[in-house]
């Protein structure tokens, strides 16, 4: 088959791979019809997730058709049409017995904190991804589960992922109504977050990020007021302002690890540098524009190292940090709910689709900013 293949920091091409087999009687093969480039994908793309190695076939975002079961899946047929949640869960651990999905005990050899993803580093279990045209489906009776008639693909590729982890943001946020929510990030997530923020009772949502058009994107898409942090001296104190210098009751970090560039790349206090796991700038920021006894939402991804996060004024203000890899299936029901009644459109976020020859080109845009770019999807060409 073919697949995007990781060769170092900004080094990813197409090559000839084995089709995966089945493993273990619970496995399923399926041939993927669409995925999706997520902004954790350019944490590995950038060099700055710990342990992602050559050769890996990067990719947690996607739908298709089950190609193979092995001998003990009953829940899956060859034929069926399925979206497969990012998180890799074997259903019968103490956390997944909880819904705690993302924190399978199971399927991540490694023991890191989180559970097995797909296509997502070592320290997320090593597990190849789907940005290729075949992808092994572990616990198959657990994570897939049936496309319903009435949904559409780009609102389901974007339901193993994106959607889910911008409502859990908000939901995080433990939103009361009337609520002020800043949410840090115009990425896909943070939009959706923002857009949900609504769905949870909120008075006023703003989102802060330094492109415009991400910025434009949060007025239509998630009818929010919107920053750009450049054109201020001190986007705290500004929002302090726009507070009566009160803060926010809530702030959701959708950036992650690299803080997007403009937010400024952080060099951890380790040797490990930009191996370490991520900026803290966007945290520190939303630690200082909450009010005291605020809440604050982590849903960008970061590696296992940071340093320099203001702990002592989260701790001083009384805030209440939330965070945790989503547990897509356990979004799954009101999330399918809000998209058939129309209250979340995840597909209106998709801005490009690149077949999975020219993923370097869809990495360049999207890592970039070009052209627009919001959420870019990736066609294989066995679709």
Not at 124 to 132: E, F, I, N, V
Request: negative net charge.
């Amino acid at each position: 088959m073919r697949a995007m293949v990781y060769r170092g920091p900004y080094k990813i091409r197409v090559e000839e791979k084995d089709i995966p087999a089945i493993e273990h009687p619970n496995d399923a093969i399926v041939r993927v019809t669409l995925a999706a480039i997520c902004g954790s994908d350019l944490h590995m793309y950038h060099g700055a997730m710990p342990d992602t190695r050559i050769g890996m076939t990067f990719g947690h975002e996607f739908i298709g058709v089950v190609e193979q079961v092995g001998s003990s899946v009953q829940n899956l047929q060859v034929g069926d049409r399925v979206m497969v949640p990012f998180n890799i869960c074997c259903g019968s651990c103490w956390y997944c017995t909880r819904g705690l999905y993302s924190n399978c005990n199971n399927t991540n050899a490694n023991h890191y904190a989180v559970g097995g993803i797909y296509g997502y580093s070592h320290t997320a279990g090593g597990y190849d991804g789907a940005q290729s045209e075949y992808v092994r489906v572990p616990f198959a009776d657990v994570g897939p589960t049936l496309i319903p008639d009435w949904m559409s693909d780009e609102d389901a590729v974007l339901l193993t992922d994106a959607a889910p982890t911008g409502y859990f943001g908000a939901q995080l946020g433990d939103i009361v109504e009337g609520d002020v929510v800043i949410v840090f990030g115009a990425g896909p997530v943070g939009l959706l977050a923002a857009r949900s923020a609504w769905l949870m009772g909120a008075g006023r949502v703003i989102v802060i990020d330094h492109l415009d058009y991400r910025l434009e994107k949060a007025r239509e898409f998630a009818q929010a007021e919107t920053f750009n942090f450049t054109e201020y001296r001190d986007i705290v104190l500004e929002m302090k302002k726009q507070t009566d210098f009160f803060g926010a009751d809530v702030a959701i970090e959708a950036v992650g690890a690299e803080a997007d560039g403009a937010f400024f790349q952080h060099v951890t206090a380790s040797k490990l540098k930009l191996q370490g796991g991520g900026s803290p700038v966007a945290l520190n920021w939303a630690i200082d524009s909450v009010r005291k006894g605020g809440t604050i939402s982590v849903v960008g991804g970061f590696g296992p190292l940071f340093s320099n996060v203001k702990m002592g004024d989260l701790m001083n203000k009384g805030l209440t940090l939330h965070s945790n890899q989503t547990p897509v299936k356990r979004q799954w029901p009101r999330l399918f709910e809000h998209v058939r009644n129309g209250y979340l459109k995840p597909r209106e976020l998709v801005t490009h689709r690149f077949p999975l020859e020219h993923i370097t080109e869809g990495y360049h845009v999207f890592s970039s900013k070009l052209d627009g770019c919001i959420k870019p999807l990736v066609v294989p060409s066995a679709a």
